[in-house]
Each structure stands twice: as structure tokens, then as C-alpha cells.
């Protein structure tokens, strides 16, 4: 039976950013994500175009890799985003140094990954030399994947873990706008999703018995954060076009490897490129530019005192961070190809109020978080209400799918639904 997928919204770098695009920003939760860089990222990420999937019930051995791989998805996404505010104490005033680090291990991982596809066929020579002929397209790509991941280690640095989970909902404005821009008009529930979770986010926020999650924050390092927030939305329109052009030029789903290698090789070469602007923002000229680039390698290995921070545990510590995220990045890709868009969209909205806990908990290395009364438990309710509204065109129906099926079953029409997993 052929099902007609409804390309879903952003959310990153997939997997991203970056991204399923990168960092804990790039996740892919309600709209594109790449396998890649999802940097950076947002608690809600953009997930990748539409994969094959098989249409057959799972056995039980398969429904016990599903529940292993959501089990690996929530773990790995929720430490990805606390490592990833630890990561920025001892590495807070070396961005640079932490962007190209990152950026390396994922072209080291992704065409590893890529070359075993290509020996096996999964990927063809087509899909390989597809971004060689779209250059300017990958290149764009990876200019706002590097402005996502610096940007986003810049506020994130001088911000309370806590608050990034609320900040990081911004990027559903961003993609309000931008859908407006290109004549992509949301939906009803999703234009109610944004609602209830801008809406989440100021009940949170909301100072209460004279303290606030947000009382004491830079307000320009807070706008860097949000401003952050906009690239991966970007960047999911970006690789939308490229996998439907690539559709179009190769008769075949274009490999997402294929996509978060090349875009992470275009990001690698940016965030060189966006060093001068990085050691102008510190007061540095060119000339101190060894010099810097030698703390930044002292600090990493946790042998100097200049790192403004706690490096006594450095480089296990942003090790541990790009791990996660690699971790993150895969296990979610290879949930999206077993279970669907539905299945990650559920765990990536359970993640949100998960995260929270553990930034509000205290923490080694991170700063004790502020207060929080009854009204930030309301509102980070809300919140996740409000992701489930604007998800509701992914999994209502295959919801209603799945109802159907035990409805049948109930009333004598077979076994063959039970225990199907639904599909986005």
C-alpha cells in the first residue's frame, strides 16, 4: 500500500546541524533535520525530506530495536544538551576552536559512514556527484550551518542552561516568517502550536515571587541565542530544495549521508572563513591569531588557567559533548527510518520538559540554577502541549491509523494490526 507522506516543517542541523544540523539545535522534531550538525541544536529541530520505510508490522525483535533506539534517542538528546552547555565552561571564550572541533569529527564520522554506503550501493556515484553540481546550494548551506553553531556557542556561553530549552522555541517564529516569505502558509494547528508554545515559554519566564528563570540575564547575549535560532530554519528550506532537486536530476531519494557530509565539509570551510570576524569580537588582530589558537589547544587539554572556567575536566568534556551528538544524530536517523516521523517527533517533544529538569537540577561545572516555582511547571506544560498542537498533522492520523487497527482487532477483524508501529 503506498502512503503519501506530507513533507513536515523544521526543525536543527536534522539531523542534523549541523544541526537531524549540529548542535542540540538541530534536532529534528517538527520539521527538517539532517543527520548532521541539527549544531547547535533547538529543542525543536527540522526533520529530514521523507525516507522509505517498510509498510509491513513489525516482529517483536524489531519492536525491541524500537524501543532500544527511543530509549537511545531521549538519553542521548538530553545529554547532548547538557554537555553541551558544559562543554562552553572551559572552552566559553574559544568558540572557534570548539566549532572547527566539532565540525572535523563530523566530516570524520559522516564520510567514513558514506564511504561504507558507497562500497555496499546504498549510496550511488549519482548521489555522490550530485553536490559537485549544485555547488552554490551546498555552500549556502554551510555558511548558515557556521553562523548557527557560532552564534549559538556565543549566547549559549553567557546564558543559564536552563533558560536555552525556552529561547530555543523561537526558531517557530523564524519559521512563520520564512514560510510566509516563500508562500508555504502553515496550517491552522500549527499556527496554534506556535501560539501555545510562545505562550508556554511567557508563563515560564513569568517572574514569580520575585525571581524569574530569566531575572539577571544579558538581554543581547539572550537576543544572539534567538537570532541563532534562524539559521536552521534556513537551512531546512536549503536542503529541502536540494533533495527535491535531486529527486528530480537522479529519479531516487538522494542518500541524507550524502548530504551531511558535503554540508559539513561547506560549514568546515565557513567557520574558517568567520575567524577574523571571531578574533575582531575578541579585540585580536591576525597577528595574535597562534597565539590564540595555542590557548585554545591548552585550554582544550585542560593545562591552562585562561579558560575563565573549571577546565579540570577538559577535553573529556567536549569529547563526551561531540559524542552525544553524533550518538543523537544517528540513533534519530535510524528511528526515523523504523518507526517514522511520528515516533520522533513524540520523543523529541518528551525531551523538552526532560531537559529542563536537568538543567534546573544542579550540575557540575554549571552555575546553580535560579528558583523556579509552579508557574515554570505550567508553563513548560504548555510548551510541550503547544509542540504536540503544531506536530498534530504528523501523528494525529497515523494516531487514528493505529486506532482503527486495535478497533478491528477488538471486534474480531484479525490480529494483523496488533502491535504495528505507525508511520508518519
Known sequence: MHIRRRTPRRLDRLIITHGLDADPRHDPAAGHQEAAPVAAVPLLAPAPPPLPVSQSPPAATSR???????????????????????ALVPLGKHLFFLGQLQTASYLLIYFMVLAVRFRSGVASLGMVRFPLSVPKIFLAIGAVEALAS?????GAANLP???????????????????NFTNKPLSLSQYLGVFLVMGGVCLAA???????????????????????????AIDTLLKERVFRDAKQHLNEDLDLFVVNSFSSLSQCLFVFLLLPAMTAARGLSLRALPGYLAESWQCFCGNSPACGGDCSLSPLIPLLYIAA????????????????????????????????????????????????????????????????????????????????????????????????????
Not at 77 to 86: C, E, V
Not at 150 to 154: D, I, N, P, Q, R
Not at 393 to 418: E, N, Y
Open 206 to 232: 513569568w517572574p514569580q515571587a520575585g525571581s524569574s528563570p530569566l531575572a539577571g540575564i544579558r538581554i543581547e547575549y539572550a537576543a544572539i541565542y534567538v537570532v541563532s535560532m534562524l539559521f536552521p
Open 161 to 179: 542552561g536552563v533558560v536555552l530549552p525556552l529561547l530555543s522555541q523561537s526558531i517557530l517564529l523564524w519559521q512563520v516568517l520564512l514560510a
Open 64 to 86: 525491541a530495536k524500537l524501543a532500544v533506539l527511543t530509549f537511545a534517542v531521549a538519553t542521548s538528546g538530553i545529554a547532548n544538551r547538557l554537555l553541551y552547555k558544559m
Open 325 to 424: 551528538n553524533l550518538v543523537f544524530n544517528i540513533t534519530a536517523l535510524e528511528l526515523i527510518r523504523s518507526a517514522g516521523y511520528v515516533s520522533l517527533s513524540l520523543v523529541m517533544s518528551a525531551i523538552v520538559p526532560l531537559t529542563i529538569l536537568a538543567f534546573a537540577s544542579p550540575l557540575p561545572f554549571l552555575p546553580a540554577p535560579p528558583p523556579l516555582g509552579s508557574l515554570f511547571g505550567c508553563g513548560s506544560a504548555v510548551l510541550v502541549f503547544g509542540l504536540g498542537v503544531f506536530n498534530s498533522t504528523m501523528w494525529l492520523p497515523a494516531l487514528t491509523r493505529t486506532v482503527k487497527g486495535w478497533a478491528a482487532v477488538g471486534s474480531g477483524g484479525g490480529a494483523s494490526h496488533l502491535g504495528s508501529i505507525p508511520k508518519a
Open 150 to 154: 557560532l552564534l549559538g556557542f556565543m
